[in-house]
């Protein structure tokens, strides 16, 4: 059996930052079956929890080593495992430490996202095993948000100069812009697009016998460097504000606002090959 791959072909055309060069350009993004590459993630994040007469603040710092292996390729999904080799970082409240090791256990556990062919994530599990201080809607979207950022750029078609386009994500809306062909990486040539993104849902629950309406609202802005050679991310950062009013009708003192921001980096260390099929 021949080996199998999965070919995303995207046409780039100049964008305009004079810091890149600027022309047209045609990149594939590649997966195959059994191949491995590595990330690090650093992650900064500031929680704001504003609950009755009472304000809390903390800020949450960890690095996480991934690898991502391609399990399934097929013309309906592309299945990957993200398996947390290391992880490490802490929270502090008012300067002081909190939740000492709260990130030990991440080591071994594994994320799996499952894309579709036109580059949309259809599934991302695991995500929910992240620790959160509240579990609050925010906190959890935006952990689905920092391992989406790996994905949601993929967009298969062709783009006119300085051309935009759009995506409805797993988290929300973003807005896509090829900007140029950075010469300057360590792996070579890569396309760099920005980006701008937005959050924005409603949902309703109980706390205790108290029912709550939630409303979610946000923005994001950051940039990806895509390496020419095989399309895949190799270097990028974002950063993005979600915020949660949970509002309790009737129940005035019981509402609750969550503001949470973020700021992620993420580089590739290396690439290996994938398994041979004949």
């Avoid at 047209?24 to 929680?47: A, C, D, N, Q, S």
């Avoid at 799996?112 to 095993?129: F, M, Q, Y």
């Avoid at 609050?136 to 950022?149: H, K, P, Y």
């Avoid at 896509?176 to 701008?196: C, H, L, P, V």
């Amino acid at each position: 059996m021949k080996k199998l791959s999965f070919v995303i072909s995207i046409l780039l055309l100049s964008g305009c930052s004079k810091t890149f060069i600027k022309k047209p350009l045609t990149f594939t993004t590649l997966f195959v079956p059994g191949e491995t590459t590595y990330y690090k993630m650093h992650i900064e994040r500031t929680i704001t929890i504003h609950e009755g007469d009472s304000i809390r603040n903390y800020i949450m710092k960890y690095n996480l080593k991934l690898k991502e292996t391609v399990s399934e390729v097929s013309s309906q999904f592309i299945t990957l495992n993200l398996n947390i080799l290391s992880a490490s970082g802490g929270v502090t409240h008012n300067g002081e430490d909190f939740a000492t090791g709260v990130f030990d256990n991440l080591k071994g556990h594994t994320i799996t996202v499952r894309l579709t062919p036109d580059g949309s994530i259809a599934d991302i599990r695991g995500t929910e095993k992240i620790p959160t201080l509240q579990g609050t809607g925010a906190e959890i979207l935006s952990d689905m948000e920092i391992f989406s950022f790996l994905y949601d750029y993929i967009k298969p078609g062709a783009l006119k100069p300085a051309e935009i386009y759009r995506k409805e994500t797993r988290t929300g809306s973003k807005v896509y812009r090829y900007e140029g062909i950075d010469k300057t990486k360590s792996m070579g040539d890569a396309a760099y697009i920005t980006f701008t993104g937005n959050f924005d849902t409603e949902d309703a629950g109980y706390r205790g016998t108290y029912p709550y309406k939630r409303i979610t609202k946000g923005s994001a802005s950051g940039a990806i460097y895509h390496l020419l050679k095989d399309g895949r991310l190799v270097e990028g950062w974002e950063k993005f504000k979600i915020k949660d009013n949970y509002i309790f009708p009737g129940y005035r003192k019981l509402n609750k606002e969550v503001i949470v921001y973020t700021e992620l980096r993420v580089s590739r260390a290396q690439k290996t090959g994938g398994e041979k099929h004949e």
